[in-house]
């Protein structure tokens, strides 16, 4: 599966120093050895980035922009080949699987555009004769760290926008789902960029992580993982000064006012809390359902869950594959089973399903009559699992949503606009979605506050991260 690949340095695909092995979700046996990297080989590939930056930068905007699209040209004309990747490591719905790929195609193509426009501009100054110049620059090699859920998008997120701006990367993506990531990297090599301009590493911590946080030419760094990691990045980027950005840990609020469209609602609700297993971190931990609505809330939801078929991703028949590992499979049967014994009602879902003797499967959960302070409800489950409570009245609901450390995403049901506005307005989120949970495009900046990161991908914002302003003062 993984045998044309390894990992990939200085333009070439090489063996490594060691290997590893990427095992199935939904066998829990090995689909194949992958290619590690030691000290050396992440040396290699930051000596390789740090060569590649001139070259890089001499292409300009236009001439990256071109590479870009031929980039996205390639990853089109992979999509199956892509999609399978993505379904046999994280074991997701070959559908969800595809729709992840043409996401990750769509970040290359808004950043070649994006590359042509990249802005300056002049502004008088009170010396005579003088004016100021200002120009953006790129900030220099980039190192980059992708988690197991999305590992299409979330590279593509961050590759695509340090290319646009000029910025040569070295790619860490998770041990756990590296396939996809070789895929992308190998378009990227098709489409003319310098050698050197896209490395990809896979390893241990101390083999690659170590190495990039404590070389100096390394001036941006660009992490999606979990809050700790993040804080601990944070630490270790503040040695050699490093620009920072990230995406974390998320515990989104999803509000259910007594004026919105059920059916609509439960419908875009239950499809988008067991995409990818729950292992999404925009995915609503957090329903707050009108007293008014709760009872027919629950109802219809305990019924659209009902019909979730679980199984292997690859079957266009499943809706909802396995979760990552066994760690994360303890970790929500116990969240549920406190969540329980602490007096929230199960009523559909919470266990192994019999018919699978193999595979991290969970059922489909549905927690009702759950306490604000509970761990399902007040932290990240990363799982299957939908927590709902109720709610009576707008200021109160308002304040128990904003009762958290994360600030990632947010989401309210409504037919009232000025409910919506206000309700945009009064959240403490990067992100709201009103009737809606489509966030993720290339053309909007995704990102969080508080506990859940600092800095945007995406949109136009997306680049700002990988660029330094200069001020010249120039008088004649």
Not at 18 to 33: A, R
Not at 102 to 108: K, R, S, Y
Not at 390 to 409: I, P, Y
Request: proline fraction near 5%; charged fraction near 20%; aromatic fraction near 8%.
């Amino acid at each position: 599966m993984y045998e044309k690949f390894g990992i990939f340095i200085d333009g070439a695909w090489t063996a490594g120093s060691g290997t590893s092995q990427v095992m199935s979700p939904v066998t829990e046996k090995s689909l194949g050895t992958i290619a590690t990297a030691a000290v050396a080989d992440t040396q290699n590939a930051i000596d390789a980035a740090a060569k590649a930056l001139p070259a890089l930068v001499a292409m300009g905007g236009f001439g990256r922009a071109d590479a870009l699209h031929k980039a996205a040209d390639e990853m089109i004309a992979r999509a199956d080949e892509a999609a399978t990747m993505i379904s046999t490591e994280t074991g997701k719905p070959i559908a969800q699987a595809g729709r992840e790929w043409v996401l990750a195609c769509d970040q290359f193509r808004w950043y070649a555009e994006e590359a042509r426009r990249i802005y300056g501009r002049t502004v008088e100054s009170r010396v005579p004769g003088g004016r100021f110049e200002i120009s953006r620059e790129p900030v220099g090699v980039v190192g980059a760290f992708t988690a197991w859920n999305f590992p299409a998008a979330l590279p593509a997120r961050k590759l695509a926008p340090a290319l646009a701006a000029g910025c040569p990367v070295v790619l860490r993506p998770s041990s756990q789902t590296p396939g996809v990531a070789m895929v992308m990297v190998d378009c990227l090599r098709a489409a003319g960029l310098p050698d050197g301009a896209v490395n990809l590493v896979v390893g241990n911590t101390d083999q690659t992580y170590g190495p990039i946080m404590a070389d100096p030419r390394v001036r941006k760094v660009s992490l999606t993982g979990s809050t700790r990691v993040g804080q601990q990045m944070i630490r270790d980027a503040a040695e050699t000064v490093k620009k920072v950005s990230m995406e974390l840990g998320g515990n989104a609020p999803l509000i259910v006012y007594d004026d919105a469209d059920l059916d609509m609602a439960l419908d875009a609700i239950v499809a988008t809390k067991y995409a990818n297993c729950g292992q999404v971190c925009v995915t609503p931990d957090r329903m707050f359902v009108h007293e008014a609505l709760y009872e027919r809330f629950v109802e219809g939801f305990v019924a659209r869950t009902s019909k979730i078929k679980l199984g292997d991703g690859l079957d266009p028949s499943v809706g909802m594959g396995p979760l990552i590992n066994a760690r994360s499979l303890e970790t929500i049967d116990r969240i549920v089973q406190d969540a329980v014994s602490g007096g929230a009602t199960l009523a559909f879902g919470g266990k192994r399903p019999s018919a699978f003797n193999t595979g991290h499967f969970y059922e489909p959960t549905v927690l009702t009559n759950v306490s604000d302070d509970q761990e399902v409800f007040a932290e990240e489950n990363f799982g299957p699992v939908a927590a709902i409570t109720s709610f009576s009245g707008d200021d109160e609901v308002l304040t128990r949503a904003n009762n958290s450390t994360m600030g990632l995403s947010a989401y309210a049901f409504t037919a009232s606009p000025e409910r919506a506005r206000r309700t945009v307005k009064a959240l403490k989120a990067g992100m709201v979605g009103i009737n809606s949970f489509a966030l993720a495009a290339s053309e909007a900046p995704f990102g969080g506050t508080n506990f859940s990161g600092l800095g945007r991908e995406g949109g136009s914002e997306g680049i700002e991260d990988y660029l330094d302003t200069k001020l010249a003062q120039i008088v004649f």
